[in-house]
């Protein structure tokens, strides 16, 4: 079954030290698109968690939003970068001098520069935090899955009702479609008659009568057309039936479907055929829109 592109998963794991919940959100787009939010101190992290979802997901904007628990102290440590230090010093003491500033209280200002103070963390401890993260990742991204199934299944349903109803339409243009000749055919016979009136001596026999009925025919004949719609709605019900990402591939389907169904209004010259071309242009927009949910 296909799945949508749209939906919500979370998932939670923790250790002795930290205890970590992740929400994972995807919506439509045309691509892959993977944005992981987590606290600045864990950024090390993040491409472990774009490539699971990566794994996961082909198609769609995936937000991750990462929260952080600290159970208790994890033993990590804090570097000073000493050339980083002495150089914002020796610049705040210019500033200083610069403004005639007396009362500076370098600890206090310095501080403030986060990027002196270096994380410092133990092998093991940090193994152990990947571990936290990508069990919390795995739940959320299959809490997601399921409700992309979930979403999935109810958008299939719904696709294979419209292309059921795209081809009574076709069914019914099926019948329609030998008279649109034969209509011609006797509207030229009553044009005749009045041109025999008139003592037309061209149209004394059938020959033009013949001739023109037979270059209509091949402009207004809609039998290959409706022969490739049936196919593709074939195409169609197979690809929804079946599993995978598809999307672009129904986007593909879907143009050629309004390729053939453009055709058939064109060249069939009939009141309730081009009624049923509207119809079915109208059924495959909702089509065109609903598959623009899948993955």
Known sequence: MLKSMTGYGSGSAE????????????????????SVRMPRSFLRYE??????????????????????????????????????????????????????????EAISVLSRF??????????????????????????????????????GSRLTRNLLEK?????????????LSPRVVEQYRERLLARAEELLAEDRQ?????????????IFADKAAIDEELTRLRSHLLSLREIL????PSGRQLDFLIQELNREINT???????FEISQLVVSMKSILEQIREQVQNLE
């Open 241 to 244: 039936q079946g599993d995978g």
């Open 202 to 214: 061209e149209w004394y026999d059938d020959q033009r009568l013949f001739a023109e009925t037979a």
């Open 163 to 175: 292309t059921d109803a795209l081809e009574e339409e076709l069914n019914k243009i099926k019948e």
């Open 15 to 34: 250790n002795t030290n930290l205890s970590v919940t992740i929400e994972a959100k995807s919506v439509n787009h045309r691509f892959l698109d993977v």
């Open 47 to 104: 491409n472990t968690l774009r490539t699971l979802v990566q794994e996961r997901i082909k198609r769609g904007k995936v937000d991750v939003f990462v929260s952080l628990d600290q159970l208790e102290s994890s033993g990590r440590k804090v570097k000073l970068d000493h050339g980083l230090a002495k150089s914002y010093f020796e610049a705040l003491l210019e500033l200083a001098d610069l403004t005639s500033t007396k009362d500076f």
């Open 264 to 270: 058939i209004g064109s060249k069939a010259n009939d």
């Open 114 to 151: 986060n990027d002196i103070f270096i994380d410092v963390d133990d092998p093991l401890e940090e193994e152990s935090i990947r571990d936290v993260l990508v069990r919390a990742m795995e739940t959320a991204l299959s809490d997601l899955d399921d409700a992309r199934q979930l979403e």
